[in-house]
């Protein structure tokens, strides 16, 4: 019976009809154009904030000491704007980060995707992605409460909040990134890839190793730099339990110094700045460098993922 | 005829806007200046609203001299300030009729603070600014164990830290290796989890997790305090234009830490009433 209505139906639309569907195209092409846009114009607008608050402090003459000191003193007087201890405080707790979760990371993404059981790998994966749902004033509160006092206790250092800190719990925030995309990219890699290194008489740590992990370099790399843009623009954390003394470690490898990273100063200093001062114009030029280097960090991941991309899809073919 | 009706009716409609008009400006009262006061202010706010449903009390955290600047302009009701009047300030607001009047509403009492385990038990001011320049770095230097002293200190926008600067630091800057924790209850948790630490925090915070240490001789306390013994506490004012009308809500803003609710907000926030007899 439906059938039989469905055959009625006149095949010509009515200029009603056709008009109806010709709106609708257009309501709902102008809707989905206007989300885009909103998404991207509130990402230039970002920009265009923080450029246009940071600019008077660029004009100000104190521009020239923003690298060359480490004296951040913006409320003395005369007032200093140094953030060079800052850019180093952001760069060593991010680099201890990746020390650790770079190889944690990596070894757990190769065992998911070839070593484990898959039934196992479905349930271990979700639960590791699930570490990055944790938020970071949680972490924050166990690098303080519970850690920090571990390290003074076990270790014996004079203060646990410090790099040392920071950069574990940074490392637990950022692996899980790094072994999602990783194991992606491995896994995309393609069961022939590795058939062919077997067939050849490769053992599978050799297929592995020297077939396999090359083949996904591009989407382990850029899923290193994914974790590292959440190491360095992690701000709860490092306000908490890096100590924030604006200092440069002396001697340099001493981890067990505090110190104090871009992303803490702007967060602990912003709220109570008075605004169109020097200091608030200060804040918005070290937001300008944060954004610059994690802009440079995302185009660096941007283009490895196309290459990444490449890579495994050219060997199939070839194979 | 119609033309007097008119006139009439015109005159009663400026007649109510006028009088609407001056109903609704007592109806707000703006409150400008310390960051220190402010959390007061806003405590009594909540209050007020209460008290006084179809008031609305605005208050502004600018600063001590925007505070001042405000009141001279006459573009607040009370300034908040956490020092007294400059000289300048004075000077200019009598230029503008202006008369102000000082109200000290609460003492502001900040306590350096060690792990209990410490037996370092007193402190000069200036081994305390020695401590925060960097120049004594080991506690053996005050009679301590030997071990590096790990200094502590509020971030440099709180008003403890403002405080602490003002009448410890006495304009020298806080050495690099300064940590800086972003609330009293943080460099309370710091200190009692880190043997070798010292720290600076508001009288209502000290409890026997940490000790506090005699500065110059002198225990902090709600009395020595409140009294002006122990060197590093400061009143907190409220300034207000000429004594303000008695029984008027500025006259009740300024006058509420006499009573019991205002004295437990000044408790609450930290301070000391200046009312401990």
New interface residues.
């Given amino acids: 019976m439906a059938a039989a209505t469905d055959f009625d139906r006149p095949l010509l639309l009515t200029p009603g009809q056709d008009m109806l569907g010709w709106i609708t195209l257009r309501v709902g092409l102008t809707l989905l154009q206007f989300v885009a846009l909103t998404c991207v114009l509130s990402v230039l607008f970002i920009f265009i904030f923080i450029v246009k608050e940071a600019l008077p402090f660029f004009t100000s003459g104190q521009v020239g000491e923003m690298f060359s000191s ?2 951040w ?4 007087d005369p007032a200093a704007f140094g953030v060079w ?1 800052m850019i180093l405080g952001s760069v060593y707790v991010t680099v201890g980060a990746m020390v650790i979760a770079v190889p944690l990371g990596l070894l757990a993404a190769v065992f998911l995707s070839d070593i484990v059981p898959f039934g196992i790998r479905q349930v271990v994966k979700p639960v590791i992605e699930l570490l990055a749902a944790i938020p970071s004033v949680a972490y924050g509160f166990f690098a ?2 519970v850690f ?2 571990w390290l ?1 206790d076990n270790l014996g250092v ?4 410090n790099i040392l800190n920071c950069s574990i719990i940074l490392a637990v925030m950022a692996v899980p990134t790094i072994v999602s995309i990783s194991e992606d990219a491995l896994s995309a890699a393609g069961r022939d890839l590795r058939e062919g290194a077997y067939a050849l008489g490769a053992t599978r740590a050799e297929a592995l190793c020297m077939v396999v992990i090359p083949a996904a370099g591009g989407g382990i790399l850029s899923g290193v730099i994914l974790g590292m843009m959440r190491a360095i623009g992690e701000t709860m954390l490092v ?2 339990a890096s ?6 470690p002396h001697p340099w490898y001493d981890i067990t ?2 110190v ?1 990273t871009m992303t803490a100063t702007i967060a ?2 912003m ?4 605004k169109n001062t020097t200091h608030y114009h200060a804040l918005f030029a070290i937001g300008l460098v944060l954004l610059a280097i994690t802009f440079g960090l995302n185009l660096t991941s941007e283009a490895l993922m196309t290459r990444g991309r490449g890579r495994p899809g050219t060997a199939r073919r070839k194979a | 005829m119609t033309r007097s009706k008119q006139v009439l009716i015109l005159t009663a409609l400026v007649g109510m806007m006028v009088a609407v008009a001056g109903a609704a400006d007592p109806k707000t009262v703006k409150m400008e200046g310390s ?1 220190t006061v402010g959390p007061i202010a806003d405590a009594y706010t909540e209050v007020f609203k209460r008290m006084y449903p179809n008031v609305t009390i605005t208050v502004n955290k ?2 001590s001299g ?1 505070g001042a600047a405000a009141i001279v302009d006459s573009r607040c009701d009370i300034a908040n300030m956490s020092r007294f009047m400059k000289i300048q300030e004075f000077k200019d607001a009598v230029a503008k009729g202006v008369m102000p009047v000082a109200h000290a509403i609460a003492m502001d009492g900040v306590c350096v603070i060690v792990h209990p385990s410490n037996p370092v038990s007193v402190l000069k001011t200036e081994q305390a600014r020695n401590i925060y320049t960097g120049k004594i770095t080991n506690w053996k230097e005050l009679g301590g164990a030997d ?2 002293i ?1 200094v502590v200190s509020r ?4 008003g403890t830290y403002e405080t602490f600067e003002k009448l410890v630091m006495a304009k020298q ?1 806080m050495a ?7 609330s009293n209850p ?1 460099a309370h ?2 200190v009692k ?5 010292v720290a600076y925090i508001g009288l209502g915070f000290v409890d026997k997790d940490v000790k506090a240490l005699k500065i110059d001789g002198v225990m902090p306390s709600r009395k020595t305090i409140a009294k002006g013994e122990y060197p590093v506490s400061r009143p907190l004012f409220m300034f207000t234009n000429g004594y303000p009308k008695l029984g008027s809500i500025v006259h009740a803003l300024v006058t509420f830490h006499l009573t019991p609710k205002g004295q437990d907000i000044i408790d609450a926030k930290g301070f000391v009433p200046v009312t401990d007899y």
């Fill in positions: 480490a004296e003193y913006p409320t003395s201890a303080v409460l920090a006092p003074q004079d203060s646990g909040k306000w908490m100590g924030n003394a604006n200092q440069i110094q505090s104090r602990g200093e709220g109570e700045t008075a | 960051t600018t600063g925007n071990r590096k790990v971030d440099t926008s709180s800057k690099a290796g300064v940590q800086y924790v972003a943080e948790a710091t989890s880190t043997v070798g630490a």
